[in-house]
């Protein structure tokens, strides 16, 4: 083998790379986005599976760009075997973690049939005893819609980007579930 077809190797490797680039980094800020997504969704369920388990109302509260607290509500400081009954803290998650580039852009509350007058989300959903949520937080036939985006990776596939956002809805039954608004009607991933 010369110089030259051991340049011109080199030369080759170096393109694919360069080409392969933008795909893998497309690639990771799209798993930060689905990370930040399963923390939500995760936190949301721990929720109403805590309301379920302990008989009690629970708490999901949004604490920053994609951070959650969940917690007792309200809280029953009662020990019971050394623990307390019902904290006001049972799990956290800070905005960045696993993924520090991914946000939640937005919550939305909206209504099956786009009602005059949907509420605003305050932060937190409260889950009932029978894991719906607390008609305080979510209204009957409401869903909050949690928009999860990466800002430094782009547009959104939905608005004509590369980015595959994801949104993680939670309805007033207690439902919890992610799902991608660029995915097209029939798809099971369509929200």
Known sequence: M???ELLIGLALVAMLILMAVPSFTTAAHNRQIRSAADAIQNGLTLARTEALRRNRTVKFEIAG???WLVGCDPVDATVVDGEENCPGTLQTRNAGDG???AVLANVQLDAAGAEVGTPVFTGTLRFTALGRTTPDTLPGGHRAVFRVTNPNGGTC???GGEMR?????ATSSGQV????PAAVAG???AC
């Open 2 to 4: 010369t110089l030259i």
């Open 65 to 67: 760009a994609g951070g």
């Open 99 to 101: 993924s520090a580039n």
């Open 157 to 159: 596939q939905a608005a």
């Open 165 to 169: 956002c994801l949104n993680v809805v």
């Open 177 to 180: 579930r992610m799902c991608d």
């Open 187 to 189: 798809d099971p991933r």
